[in-house]
């Protein structure tokens, strides 16, 4: 295994984090394969993964209620006397405070359900930009003082999806940020922050830690033919989680990758790539932006999220609803776009909202009729998430 130092914290983390939100289960989401996921846990610490990344709502029944990630993980590493040999990553559910005693409330649960005294690297989990003004205002940067001065939390930070300029100005309010994870793969370095905010953490000595690596398996399954060959021009050949992972890290300014993992297979093949020291030449870097721009070529709008169609009166967020619509297209995965549809987007602000006023569509820069746009992804993803 190889070591990278997170930022500021001064932890030496495990290149490769273990993701715990895609567990093996056996009906639905909420019962895990404890047998199965000890095994894999049980080998990746053997192999040198230092770093465990849960939150609170991973594998519960709905996609923001409790889940039984933080227990499963809790109970594993009790049993097994394995808690000091760890870092535990975990997130408050920001979505769900509605009082300043909640941030409290929830540490307190997450705490006795990964049976410990205290949380490495305590997150605001998925933070919208209404979500970060709703915390600030309830006063969470005092909250998070007190983590850390009472030792129940050693270092924070927040995960999030938005765009890089809310990122910098969360990051700049508060000194204290030690680590971010964020969406990253090589199709997203001009999504969400992408690689703008992966160069802004690096300057300011922030931990990195990215999610959806191989978004959420899709650019290694199913691979379009279109694919495959251009894969097969490259001077190197490497499987399609090879190029993922390693286009990862041949990047200075990743710390860590979390992987979330629902095999001991995909444990073992994970670990033997993040132990494998593998320099992409530049002909391979130019075959990675053409896979990314193969792989745009499938999506089902044109919109080039450039935002002069925003603000919506009705509240529609437009780029995104788009966006998540093209993802799904360009991926062929539905669950995993939906997912992201339904977590990303308040809920008035969601296709279903669009009142078709017509407003916006002068102002398309790709000359899309919006409202109809909508409508397909409304068609699409429908009003409510149930993909579990
Ligand atoms: S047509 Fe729909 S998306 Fe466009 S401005 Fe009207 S409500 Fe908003
Ligand atoms: S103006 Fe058109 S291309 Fe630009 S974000 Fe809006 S829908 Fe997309």
Redesign the pocket.
């Known amino acids: 295994m190889i070591y990278n130092k997170l930022g500021k914290t001064g932890l030496e983390v495990s290149r490769l984090g273990f993701g715990t939100m895609r567990l093996p289960t056996f009906n639905s989401n909420d019962e895990i394969n404890t047998e199965e996921a000890s095994k894999m846990l049980e080998y990746g610490i053997e192999k040198g993964i230092n770093l465990i990344d849960t939150a609170y709502p991973y594998h519960s029944k709905t996609l923001e209620g409790s889940g039984n990630s933080e227990s499963f993980v809790g109970e594993f590493l009790a049993e097994n006397n394995l808690r000091d040999e760890v870092y535990i990553s975990t997130k408050s559910p920001s979505w769900a405070i509605e009082s300043e005693d909640d941030f409290e409330m929830y540490l307190d649960e997450q705490l006795e359900k990964l049976q410990t005294d205290y949380i490495d690297i305590y997150l605001l989990h998925s933070l919208t930009v209404p979500d970060w003004y709703k915390v600030k205002d309830l006063n969470v940067l005092d909250f998070l003082d007190d983590c850390l001065s009472s030792g129940k939390v050693k270092h924070v930070g927040f995960s999030s999806h938005i765009e890089v300029d809310y990122l910098i100005e969360i990051i700049d309010e508060y000194p204290k940020w030690e680590v971010v994870l964020t969406q990253m793969n090589y199709l997203d370095e001009y999504y969400q922050s992408g690689i703008m905010g992966l160069e802004y953490l690096k300057e300011m000595n922030i931990g990195s830690m990215i999610m959806e690596p191989l978004r959420g398996g899709r650019l290694v399954q199913n691979i379009p033919g279109e694919i495959n060959d251009l894969w097969n021009m490259a001077e190197v050949k490497r499987t399609p989680v090879e190029w993922a992972l390693q286009y990862l890290w041949n990047r200075d300014d990743v710390d860590c990758v979390l992987s979330g993992m629902t095999s001991l297979e995909q444990v073992k093949q994970n670990i033997e790539i993040a132990s494998t020291i593998d320099k992409i030449s530049e002909y391979d870097r130019e075959l990675i932006r053409e896979v990314a721009r193969t792989y745009r070529g499938f999506i089902g709008n044109r919109c080039t999220r450039c935002g002069y ?1 925003m603000p ?5 967020d ?1 780029i995104n609803c788009l966006t998540e619509y093209n993802i799904a297209h360009m991926l062929g995965d539905p669950k995993a776009s939906a997912m992201q549809y339904f977590t990303l987007i308040d809920d008035d602000s969601r296709a279903d ?9 002068p102002f398309c820069t790709q000359m899309l009729n ?2 109809e746009e ?1 409508q397909k992804v409304y068609e699409y993803f429908g009003s409510e998430f149930d993909h579990f």
């Open positions: 169609c919506c009166p009705q509240g529609v437009i909202s669009c009142v078709q006023c017509m407003e916006c569509i919006i409202p909508l």
